[in-house]
């Protein structure tokens, strides 16, 4: 590859790029640093029905003043760095707040890094993706752990993913990662499975991990757990909402 970066929307604070969407394009090989997609200050942009392939860095992400966008329908696949990452300041000056953006039925498959991964941010919503044959540590990771006190966080809405064969060669993970201190966030109705079990320490469906507060985790499925369906890191666990969540048998026909 000669590139890192393949398409750059840039807009400015005061002047976002607005309403500009992308359908049915291919994206692939580029060389690690950076993301080949990547969108800042943008408002109400779309990609859709598009593949990216093959790339060192992470696929795509969404940075500072970045709201309202949809990252729909996409098939990301071998991206060394990560698949789709939203990542902004935990106390950001308003014209580069992230907020509002939805990451729904997208394919993430073979990817380093952490596959899905939104941190300082608002209104987040994340659905109906699934995720597969990861080579990171972790398939998704919300919140950042840095936030233990006043953070721009919440407004999670994590539901519906499908996440499944992953954590081969990963230790101390979890498929489903929260960080940090959030306000109403929920976490429910998705379906783990086929967890590979860690070498020293155990991989799981669901961690809350460092600082973690504030978070609703319920209705979620899991089976086929190698260890344990849950763990905890440097919070409580009476600081979450954790409740209704099913570890069942390995159904019969999958």
């Not at 593949?51 to 071998?78: D, P, S």
């Not at 757990?225 to 969540?245: F, G, P, R, T, V």
Request: glycine share 10%; hydrophobic share 35%; with cysteine.
């Amino acid at each position: 590859p000669i590139l890192s970066q393949l398409m750059m929307v840039n807009g400015e604070p005061e002047k976002p790029v607005r309403n500009l969407r992308f359908y049915g394009l291919a994206f692939e090989a580029t060389n690690p640093g950076g993301s080949a997609i990547s969108f800042t200050y943008a408002n109400r942009c779309e990609l859709v029905d598009s593949e990216v392939r093959g790339t060192g860095n992470a696929a795509i992400q969404l940075l500072k003043g970045c709201y309202l966008n949809r990252v729909l329908n996409n098939t990301i696949q071998g991206a060394d760095e990560g698949g789709i990452r939203i990542s902004g300041d935990p106390h950001p000056v308003w014209a580069d707040l992230i907020h509002g953006n939805v990451v729904s039925q997208n394919y993430v498959s073979d990817c380093g890094s952490i596959s899905i991964h939104a941190s300082n941010a608002r209104d987040t919503v994340i659905s109906h993706n699934e995720i597969t044959n990861t080579r990171g540590r972790t398939p998704m990771q919300v919140g950042g752990w840095s936030n233990v006190e006043v953070a721009i966080e919440g407004g999670y809405r994590i539901f519906n993913n499908h996440i499944h064969h992953v954590q081969v060669g990963s230790d101390d993970s979890g498929a489903i990662t929260t960080a940090g201190l959030t306000t109403d966030s929920i976490i429910s109705g998705n379906l783990i499975h086929d967890v590979s079990p860690g070498f020293f320490n155990e991989n799981v469906a669901f961690w809350f991990d460092n600082m973690s507060s504030g978070w609703t985790v319920m209705d979620n499925i899991y089976y086929s757990i190698k260890q344990s369906e849950m763990k905890l890191c440097a919070c409580l666990l009476e600081d979450n909402i954790y409740e209704d969540n099913f570890l069942i048998e390995t159904p019969k026909n999958e």
